[in-house]
């Protein structure tokens, strides 16, 4: 008779499995290239496609001129329970007001983290590092040049999150986003 391991033994267990994460687009947003213009706020469009070089028809003024088109800045995501939460605490901040390309819903900020993929549509993101808030938050109408730099204490670790795109693809208000193992 075969004996099994006592039942003393300790048998390491299996890893937790990773837990997927998932959520939805609820708004996109784009700027064309204006002359004079910042890429604040943002206006809402129903589908866009997500090229390695950001989203058709955006163009975000400081990734241009300060950063040289930096690819692991191709795409801003911001979770509208950040907004909401902002809104809690008095700034009535809109989707794309934030310069944000994406506003998501159902993943937290902390949710998102540096490496993490996520398939938004039919494109795959990875988040690369998160958004500092600057001084061009100014130029929001409830902040001002008064109200700037609480806001931008306030958006400390809020800002949202960059990602470089790995797949590019159609994107539409609604679709999913689903955390890439």
């Given amino acids: 008779m075969l004996a ?7 048998q390491p267990s299996p890893a937790p499995s990773p837990r997927r994460l998932e959520g939805r687009v609820y708004q996109l ?4 290239q204006t002359p004079g213009e910042r890429g604040l706020p943002k206006a809402t469009v129903p589908e866009v496609r997500l090229l390695h070089s950001g989203l058709e028809g955006d163009f975000n003024r400081y ?22 939460q902002l809104g809690r605490e008095g700034w009535p901040v809109r989707p794309g007001d934030l ?9 937290a900020y902390d949710g998102f983290r540096i ?7 039919e494109a795959e993101v990875e988040i690369t590092k998160p958004c500092d808030p600057c001084h061009f938050l100014e130029l929001l109408p409830y902040v001002g040049k008064d ?5 931008i204490r306030t958006m400390l670790n809020r800002r949202g999150w960059y990602a470089r795109v790995i797949r590019e693809g159609p994107v539409r208000t609604g679709d999913r986003i689903l955390s890439v193992i």
Wanted: no cysteine; hydrophobic share 30%; net charge negative.
């Fill in 99 to 107: 310069g944000e390309n994406i506003t998501s819903e159902g993943i």
């Fill in 147 to 151: 109200r700037g730099p609480e806001f």
């Fill in 63 to 84: 990734r241009h001129e300060e950063k040289h088109d930096d690819p692991i800045m191709a795409v801003l995501i911001v979770p509208r329970e950040t907004l909401e």
């Fill in 115 to 121: 490496g993490s993929h996520f398939q938004i549509g």
């Fill in 29 to 32: 947003h784009i700027k064309p």
């Fill in 4 to 10: 099994g391991p006592p039942s003393n033994s300790l």
